[in-house]
Nanobody, 126 residues
Framework: QLTVVESGGGLVQPGGSLRLSCVASGFTLENYAIGWFRQAPGKEREGVSCISSRGGNTNYADSVKGRFTISRDIAKNTAYLQMNNLEPEDTGNYYC???????????????????WGRGTQVTVSS
């Protein structure tokens, strides 16, 4: 069974940091791109960042560039999203998704991804 499980969410003050983890089971990150998406109440799910299967190339939404960093540890079969200088607008449920691909780039398009985790809640508030 192919699964991804997110963790690391929580409540943090503006300007704070969190690191989200996405643990993959049943497949290797060498063959799958990983995307991080978020969804705020009443809003569409948006692509935040992704990392390609080949080469580990990354892609970020403009709203998080310079603040968020996506990475992966192949040995641990885990992807991460380091989020710094968090803003209230970053609040939402964060989802990890996997895409079977051998490309050196990755999409931040929801429809491209094959399967999803259940999400982890991030709340940025004072």
């Amino acid at each position: 069974q192919l699964t991804v499980v997110e963790s690391g969410g929580g409540l943090v003050q503006p300007g704070g940091s969190l690191r989200l983890s996405c643990v993959a089971s049943g497949f290797t990150l060498e063959n799958y791109a990983i995307g991080w998406f978020r969804q705020a109440p009443g809003k569409e799910r948006e692509g935040v960042s992704c990392i390609s299967s080949r080469g580990g190339n990354t892609n970020y939404a403009d709203s998080v560039k310079g603040r968020f960093t996506i990475s992966r540890d192949i040995a641990k079969n885990t992807a991460y999203l380091q989020m710094n200088n968090l803003e209230p607008e970053d609040t939402g449920n964060y989802y990890c998704a996997a895409l079977a691909t051998d490309r050196r780039w990755c999409p931040r398009v929801r429809a491209e991804y094959d399967f999803w985790g259940r999400g982890t809640q991030v709340t940025v508030s004072s």
